[in-house]
């Protein structure tokens, strides 16, 4: 049963420049969350999606949006990046909108670096 | 002031040491995770706590829902126990959002 995947693993672009991360869930998984994390910080929340929809946002700019798709598979899109969205972008999957009892799982994280 | 505080920030080991890494929030949740992170971003979740102890090999982690306060131990500590250790709680009011610590970076010396 193959966990969280995140592609790709790393990324180099030039600020200005628009980017795709994507995102496949755990099996039997159907949420999932967005995170970014700045080098040396915790993870800080940008948007959960499920049912093909964003529930909710954190204090994000509209740059960064999303979509997932019908099979729970998710992606993050950031336009105009600017040096300060090099991070690691973590993705994690639960169930039904992480509602209590349910676990988070993590992916390994695409690492965007912006020059 | 951050909603999720972790202390300490660094903390160095000797092989065979008891350690204990302290969690405290402000906010009302759901539940508490202990994850950790290694070299490379990857996260792996340890712990999902709303209330008492758990454990599971030589981790263990304590929640007191009244203090808000977690703590993670790990006894017995190898150097493969070096990571970052971060805690996140889930807030109350909206299941949906995961609030983090800075998390500590852990070095275990053979």
């Known amino acids: 049963d193959a966990g969280v995947t995140q592609s790709p693993t790393h990324l180099i672009k030039t600020r200005g420049q628009q980017v795709t991360l994507r995102c496949s869930p755990k099996?039997?998984?159907?949420?999932v969350s967005w995170y970014q994390q700045a080098l040396g910080q915790g993870p800080q929340f940008i948007f959960q999606?499920?049912?093909?929809?964003?529930?909710q946002r954190g204090n994000f700019p509209d740059r960064f949006s999303g979509h997932q798709f019908p099979n729970y598979s998710s992606e993050l899109n950031v336009n105009a990046l600017l040096l300060g969205d090099s991070a690691l972008y973590l993705c994690?999957?639960?169930?039904?909108?992480?509602?209590?009892?349910?676990?988070?799982?993590f992916g390994q994280g695409t690492r965007l670096t912006v020059v | 002031k951050n909603e999720v505080e972790q202390s300490p920030q660094n903390l160095t080991a000797q092989e065979g040491e008891f350690i204990t890494i302290n969690c405290s929030y402000s906010?009302?949740?759901?539940?508490l995770h202990w994850l950790q992170q290694h070299p490379g971003g990857g996260i792996v979740s340890l712990f999902m706590?709303?209330?008492g102890k758990k454990k599971h090999g030589r981790l263990i982690a304590t929640i007191n829902i009244q203090e808000k306060h977690s703590s993670l131990h790990i006894t017995a500590s190898h150097p493969r126990d070096s990571a970052v250790y971060i805690c996140?709680?889930?807030?109350?009011?909206?299941?949906?959002?995961?609030?983090f610590g800075a998390g500590t970076r852990l070095t275990v010396k053979p």
């Open positions: 994690a999957s639960s169930l039904e909108g992480g509602r209590r009892g349910t676990e988070a799982f």
């Open positions: 099996s039997g998984h159907d949420t």
């Open positions: 999606y499920y049912e093909e929809e964003e529930r």
């Open positions: 906010v009302g949740i759901s539940a």
């Open positions: 706590l709303s209330s």
């Open positions: 996140a709680v889930r807030l109350d009011y909206n299941n949906n959002d995961m609030r």
